[in-house]
């Protein structure tokens, strides 16, 4: 059975800091998104990554695959209370289904 | 810009009622999957559809529970004779290509039992 586990579960930090959550495998996929929910919707995507050691930057998100496309981490810089919510990494392959983490459920203090 | 809907967004039944929850996917999409979320839990894949066909229904309860996606009109996740155990999200995502990379998903239907 495939898993994505993903840390800390949990995560309150003070706006401004700098926070890193982690997406990790034993199973190899083809592609890992990130999404994140925010309460009562549902998830929205930030990110695709597909080649091992690629890095994507979304402002002050930045998204890395590991090299052997097993995990990935989320950093995000100056954290701003817009940033809370829960963030869901999903990993395929293809032409099978999409697997979700359980999420880290970030909360950035004004 | 019409992304994902679903509806309704809340629905209440009673034990042994029917629930029906609707989903249209993106313009253009023909890809459509079923997830149920429960609180603190991640999302759990439950069927993947194309018009007019199952994909993929290994998610599924084997009982109570059917979808589909006709060929006009949005998708139907079906639920007969619900249980408290229904109670949960269940949120409906497209997609352009089979079991595409990215899917897109709708704002939910919560479900509860009383």
């Known amino acids: 059975t495939q898993l994505l586990e993903q840390s800390p579960q949990f995560l309150s930090i003070q706006e401004g800091e700098n926070l890193t959550v982690y997406c990790n495998s034993s199973?190899?996929?083809?592609?890992l998104q990130w999404y994140r929910q925010e309460p009562g919707e549902g998830p929205v995507l930030l990110v695709t990554?597909?080649?091992?050691?690629e890095v994507k930057k979304l402002k002050r998100l930045t998204f890395q695959f590991g090299d052997a496309r097993k995990d990935s981490s989320l950093h995000i810089t100056a954290a701003q209370p817009g940033d809370t919510g829960l963030y869901l990494c999903?990993?395929?392959?293809?032409?099978?289904?999409?697997?979700f983490g359980k999420g880290t459920r970030l909360h950035i203090l004004p | 810009n019409a992304g994902v809907m679903q509806n309704p967004r809340h629905l209440v039944r009673r034990r042994g009622q029917e629930a029906r929850l609707r989903c249209s996917p993106m313009?253009?999409?023909?890809?459509v999957y079923w997830y149920r979320q429960l609180p603190e839990e991640g999302l759990k894949f439950m069927v993947y559809?194309?018009?007019?066909?199952?994909?993929?229904e290994s998610g599924m309860p084997k009982e109570r529970f059917s979808a589909e996606f006709p060929k006009e009109g949005p998708s139907i996740l079906r639920i007969q004779q619900v249980v408290r155990g229904d109670s949960a999200a269940y949120f409906c995502?497209?997609?352009?290509?089979?079991?595409?990379?990215?899917?897109?998903f709708g704002p939910g239907t919560r479900l509860t039992v009383t």
């Open positions: 995502a497209s997609s352009p290509q089979r079991q595409s990379y990215e899917q897109y």
């Open positions: 199973s190899v996929f083809s592609s």
């Open positions: 990554v597909v080649t091992g050691g």
């Open positions: 999903a990993g395929g392959r293809r032409d099978d289904k999409i697997i």
């Open positions: 313009k253009g999409h023909s890809h």
């Open positions: 559809l194309q018009k007019e066909n199952i994909i993929d």
